[in-house]
């Protein structure tokens, strides 16, 4: 039972451990291609092959020992197994590796059993054979030394596939400078005039809206009061206009003077003493004990 359980449980590991892989094959694409090579890059044995450059969009390392490079998958003769244990099938994040297409396979890791120049079609296959990746190019409008790829028309644009300014093996295909935004912009405004200008005009824009908001939100506070207080009254209410509540309403002045008023009168209410002095007489409860006449100075009575 023992055995049974632990060959179940690296079944169960193979399991999850295969779509994983999978899932991180998805990450490489193919970059870039030159089918037709007369000048340009050498191969390891210094022969001018055409080839393919692979490069992983992720970020995490990526093995690609046991994926499949075909130019038809149907046929075997034409689809290369790329090797395992070595260790230089794992691509880094951003980063890239080059497969020479000789159409020979003996030559080492990075030398497929096919050439370029044939089907007008590159397949990237995961271990299982399903396309990860999938290339068509026309052969005839190939130009030699000139390789096809992803590149950056703008960047809004993002990826497109076409015609390379350059060829860059095991590199970004993106040789133009990137001028970021900002800096085009500084070209346009030099000294900043625009962009304070700008700035002031949206600080403005903003305190204008808000005042905006705050009255109208003000008005509606003081109809919806004068409207309580109408009906608490027993009138209809009436819609009055914010001047016209304003014109009703009690100024600052006449409010300081009532309080003014209040507090002097207030001060006022002290009581005046009469200034007559009143003395009552405190009765206090007898007791025989301490009445003087049974004071120890009275002599007794001598019986004669």
């Known amino acids: 039972m023992k055995k049974l359980s632990k060959i179940a449980t690296v079944i169960a590991l193979g399991m999850l451990a295969v779509p994983c892989f999978a899932q991180s094959v998805k990450d490489v694409r193919i970059n870039e291609v030159l089918v037709k090579n007369e000048n340009s890059y050498m191969d390891d044995y210094g022969q001018r092959n055409g080839w393919i450059e692979l490069f992983n969009s992720g970020y995490s390392n990526v093995n690609i020992a046991g994926c499949y490079l075909s130019i038809d998958p149907s046929d075997p003769s034409v689809t290369y197994k790329i090797p395992k244990n070595d260790p230089r099938t794992v691509i880094p994040p951003q980063g890239y590796v080059v497969f020479f297409a000789d159409g020979s396979a003996d030559k080492g890791t990075f030398?497929?059993?096919?050439?370029?120049?044939?089907?007008?079609?590159?397949?990237?296959?995961?271990?299982?054979?399903?396309?990860?990746?999938?290339?068509?190019?026309?052969?005839?409008?190939?130009?030699?030394?000139?390789?096809?790829?992803?590149?950056?028309?703008?960047?809004?644009?993002?990826?497109?596939?076409?015609?390379?300014?350059?060829?860059?093996?095991?590199?970004?295909?993106?040789?133009?400078?990137?001028?970021?935004?900002?800096?085009?912009?500084?070209?346009?405004?030099?000294?900043?005039?625009?962009?304070?200008?700008?700035?002031?005009?949206?600080?403005?824009?903003?305190?204008?809206?808000?005042?905006?908001?705050?009255?109208?939100?003000?008005?509606?506070?003081?109809?919806?009061?004068?409207?309580?207080?109408?009906?608490?009254?027993?009138?209809?209410?009436?819609?009055?206009?914010?001047?016209?509540?304003?014109?009703?309403?009690?100024?600052?002045?006449?409010?300081?003077?009532?309080?003014t008023t209040i507090r002097l009168f207030e001060e006022d209410l002290h009581d005046k003493e009469s200034e007559v002095i009143t003395i009552n007489r405190v009765a206090r409860t007898y007791s025989p004990w301490s009445s003087k006449i049974y004071g120890i100075n009275n002599q007794p009575v001598r019986k004669k």
């Open 111 to 259: 030398y497929t059993n096919f050439t370029l120049d044939k089907t007008g079609e590159i397949y990237l296959l995961d271990a299982g054979k399903h396309e990860s990746d999938k290339v068509v190019y026309d052969l005839e409008a190939m130009t030699p030394d000139i390789s096809i790829g992803y590149m950056i028309f703008d960047q809004n644009e993002g990826l497109t596939w076409g015609d390379l300014p350059a060829t860059t093996p095991g590199a970004t295909n993106e040789v133009n400078e990137i001028i970021p935004r900002s800096e085009i912009f500084r070209e346009h405004d030099p000294k900043g005039v625009i962009m304070a200008i700008t700035a002031m005009t949206v600080v403005f824009s903003a305190l204008l809206l808000l005042f905006l908001c705050f009255k109208t939100v003000g008005n509606i506070l003081m109809r919806v009061g004068a409207n309580k207080s109408a009906k608490a009254a027993g009138t209809a209410p009436v819609r009055q206009t914010a001047a016209q509540l304003n014109k009703d309403a009690i100024s600052g002045e006449v409010i300081a003077a009532i309080a």
